[in-house]
């Protein structure tokens, strides 16, 4: 007698575990489920057995070959498209013609008596027997009634509890004679219960149940696939377990290697070539794959670790289940029933949340604290904040249900009733996104000023003088037409501080939103002249005299900076050539290839029409890049320095705010001009709190961002732009002559590689060697700056969002930049391994 063993499906409501393996490959005890079912079959008897396949069928035939290492014959029957459970089995006609066969499903764990169930088939001459089990929730089965003798009397597809008439349900196990194939359709999609079965009982045909006594579980579930585990090691299912009973419940395989000092309490399983060190503790129904390591100090309780997976020090795990060949490092911390898929790397300290499903081949950093699940992400993050405020690809990384929980959060921050302002750039998925922050903010009685399409900028400027609580902002990310930034701001106009985010993060992965009752629900309200009221205090702040007539050329780059330039330059009498002056909604961000074009087209457009200068927003109106009146280019570097030349030489005194990976430039032509420089941290709020100091006049950041102290104390593009129309109608040198006399210098930047946990040896070890060193300065004010008696000098500052070591090295010529670049460099790499 043959079997059929169906092993063809997707199993879905088992993924991740599933997304790149078939369900009847998932191991129970160390064995696939369907090893555990071929064994079966042969200790009663039947040897010769074909396996139905369809979903990732190439993986079922690997692993099993012809059957030989278990002292079967394996034949495959492979469908082109799922034929259905009698369909699968129609598809194998051919090789069971000759004989009555069972069909037994690949992917459900039972030690049924097959031999027992034969006898009734072949006693009452059924045509069909059906194995049958009794279960105390049988809502997801298919119910079977029987009369005394055992024959079917009726069959109902999952029920709902007002026909639940019997506890008796289908288990999928069938004796069949090879007639019944007869009534089964070439070709097509046939199911069992649903088509053929009904279909035979009104023709009266001998169809009986068979209520089995045995173990039978369908492992369906990440519930019921932790059950069916326990249920093996417990022996509440009779099934092989490879290796010796060491103790009671505890099996250990003959070539694994576990330190006396480490902690089992039975029932638990450790897999052939693994490894258990000391001080570690495996508690009840915990299953260690194959080629498995679990370090000191790791704590497991039922928990199932798959094949080749390494645990760290410490970690924990508790009701969950990881994927082969992941890596889970020290002092990760998994609950209950997350599932973590195949090939995954969980970085120490990180923290997945109960009910979590990490898909194969992310990576969590470390520290991160996961409360949703990892499908579509490429990793899971650490830090909820990146450089760019909260960003991510759009519908994958920032959906609309994130723009929820984190609009939600960032309310449950504010008092009720707070006003925060909103604004987007001119993209279709920001619109979309904005739409899902305004529901939360308005259902979480937060007073919303929606600016619709606005510059960052003006969105800035009205949080400040609306006295908002704070402002949401979202564009698309630069250079990335598939992600989005949120931005969200504080009172001031300004990014969020280190300790607001992390205030915000901590309600965000908690998930502790306040609850508004609908009385509370606040309003969504649209301003009519958000523009000009920006327009008429930015003039009224920014000295634009004589620069009537004057001509310049400006790029709006599609973007939101030409809802205000028409309005502003108006104003001032500006003899203005824009380009680009629309709202692009299908190129939201520039790549870099259209930015250099337009960089082109821009140089061309200033030198022919003898403008005194062009200016090429970014796409929000934040950031600027200059060309000077012969259409050069100016660097970020060299623009900061012809700014910052121009508004000292015209102020005589006062102090400007630049962060410490500015060049050193900076500090001589400050001098010269009797300014004083004051150096800040890199964090994205540091520029804008040291601007807001009353004698600062300047401030930018050497990225195209610049700050007008006297206007705004938050990165503003058009500000400076209209302070520049002033300071070169002023002036009797051109931006050409001023960058001319401005010493040169090269400065050079590297980035080292930094696993998160390495980053505070890697600071450790630099201070030290710049200690000593002796030869130059030491400052701390961010990361460790070495400065040499020459004017050059080294910052090594470990990256916030990234697990990388980031090094700047300044000299007179590049070679000198450089050797001093290589030489921390290597200093780094050192520690870092």
């Known amino acids: 007698m043959k079997a059929v063993v169906m092993a063809g499906g997707e199993g879905t409501r088992l993924r991740p575990m599933t997304a790149n393996q078939p369900k009847p490959l998932l191991p129970v005890a160390n064995r696939p489920i369907m090893e555990h079912v071929l064994r079966l079959l042969k200790r009663h008897g039947v040897t010769d057995t074909v396996v139905t396949l369809q979903f990732l069928a190439a993986l079922v035939r690997n692993y099993f070959g012809d059957g030989d290492e278990l002292g079967m014959n394996l034949e495959y029957a492979t469908e082109d498209v799922p034929l259905g459970t009698a369909g699968s089995v129609k598809n194998a006609a051919a090789r069971l013609r000759d004989d009555r066969f069972i069909v037994i499903s690949g992917d459900a764990l039972t030690d049924i008596d097959l031999s027992s169930m034969l006898r009734f088939h072949r006693e009452n001459g059924a045509l069909v027997t059906i194995g049958l089990k009794r279960v105390p929730n049988p809502l997801e089965f298919g119910i079977i009634i029987v009369d005394d003798g055992g024959r079917v009397q009726r069959f109902l ?25 007869d009534a089964v359709a070439d070709g097509e999609p046939v199911d069992w219960s649903a088509d053929v079965f009904p279909t035979l009982l009104a023709r009266g045909a001998p169809i009986y149940g068979y209520v089995a006594d045995g173990y039978w579980e369908d492992v369906g579930t990440h519930e019921s696939y932790l059950k069916a585990q326990a249920d093996a090691l417990s022996g509440k299912v009779r099934v092989d377990i490879g290796g010796f009973e060491i103790s009671p419940g505890v099996w250990v395989a003959d070539s694994a290697s576990v330190d006396p000092d480490a902690v089992l309490k039975g029932p638990v399983l450790i897999g052939d070539y693994a490894k258990v060190e000391a001080g570690a503790e495996l508690r009840e129904y915990t299953v260690i794959g194959n080629n498995g390591v679990v370090r000191e100090g790791a704590f497991l309780h039922r928990a199932v670790v798959h094949d080749n997976v390494y645990l760290g020090p410490g970690v924990h795990l508790r009701g969950c289940v990881i994927g082969k060949s992941t890596d889970v490092m020290a002092g990760a911390r998994i609950e209950e029933n997350a599932v973590i898929g195949d090939e995954c790397v969980i970085e120490s300290e990180a923290y997945v949340s109960s009910g979590v499903k990490v898909y194969p081949f992310k990576t969590i950093e470390a520290g991160a604290v996961v409360n949703t699940s990892v499908i579509w992400e490429s990793h899971g993050r650490r ?17 609309a249900e994130l723009c929820v929980r984190l609009a939600s959060a960032y309310a449950t921050t504010l008092r009720k009733g707070s006003l925060v302002v909103t604004s987007r750039d001119c993209s279709l998925a920001a619109r979309a ?16 000023l929606d600016l619709e399409a606005a510059p960052m900028p003006v969105t800035r400027f009205h949080t400040a003088r609306e006295s908002a609580a704070g402002g949401i902002a979202l564009r698309t990310t630069p250079g990335d037409p598939q992600s989005v930034d949120i931005v969200i701001m504080d009172g001031r106009g300004a990014d969020l501080a280190p300790a607001a985010q992390r205030k915000l993060e901590r309600v965000f992965s908690r998930q502790e939103y306040r609850r508004a009752f609908p009385g509370e629900i606040a309003e969504l309200t649209y301003p009519s002249r958000a523009v000009e009221g920006y327009t008429r205090e930015l003039l009224a702040h920014v000295g634009v005299h004589g620069v009537r007539d004057m001509k ?19 104003r001032v009498g500006v003899e203005a050539l824009i380009v680009n002056a629309r709202l692009d909604d299908v190129s939201p961000t520039e790549t870099l290839a259209g930015r250099r ?71 001589q032509v400050c001098r010269f001009h009797g300014v004083q420089v004051q150096w800040t941290t890199t964090a994205l709020d540091a520029l804008t709190s040291a601007a807001a100091d009353h004698d600062m006049i300047f401030a930018a950041d050497g990225r195209g961002g610049f700050v007008v102290p006297e206007f705004s104390p938050a990165i503003d593009g058009l500000a400076v732009f209209m302070r520049l129309l002033g300071l070169v109608a002023r002036t009797r040198l051109s931006l050409s002559q001023i960058d001319a006399r401005i010493p040169e210098v090269k400065l050079l930047k590297h980035a080292v590689p930094t696993p998160w946990a390495t980053k505070g040896a890697v600071m450790r070890s630099v201070m030290e060697a710049a200690e000593a060193e002796g030869g130059g300065r030491v400052d701390t004010t961010d990361g460790v700056r070495m400065a040499y008696d020459d004017g050059s000098w080294v910052l090594v500052l470990p990256a916030a969002a990234e697990p990388v070591t980031d090094l700047w ?16 460099a290597r200093i780094v790499e050192r520690a870092a391994t």
């Open 809 to 824: 090295a300044e000299a007179w010529d590049v070679d000198a930049a450089q050797a001093l670049l290589e030489r921390w």
């Open 157 to 181: 597809e999952k029920p709902t509890w007002g026909q639940v008439f019997s506890d008796t349900v289908n288990t999928g196990i069938y004796v069949m004679e090879p007639e019944i194939l």
């Open 552 to 570: 310049v050329v400006v790029d709006c780059a599609g973007g939101t900076s030409s809802l205000v330039l028409p309005a502003l330059l108006g």
């Open 433 to 448: 996104l904005k739409r899902a922050v305004n529901a939360a903010l308005t259902a979480s009685a937060i007073n919303v």
């Open 383 to 399: 830090s909820l904040f990146g450089p760019r405020g909260v960003s991510g690809l759009v519908n994958v990384e920032i959906t």
């Open 597 to 667: 074009r337009d960089l082109q087209r821009l140089s061309e457009l200033v030198a022919s029409s003898r403008a005194a200068f062009g200016v090429r927003f970014d796409p929000v109106g934040e950031r600027i890049a200059l060309v000077d009146e012969r259409g050069r280019l100016i660097s970020e570097e060299r623009a900061l320095l012809v700014v910052l030349d121009l508004v000292a030489a015209e102020r005589r005194g006062g102090r400007v705010a630049l962060p410490v990976t500015t060049t050193r430039v900076a500090e």
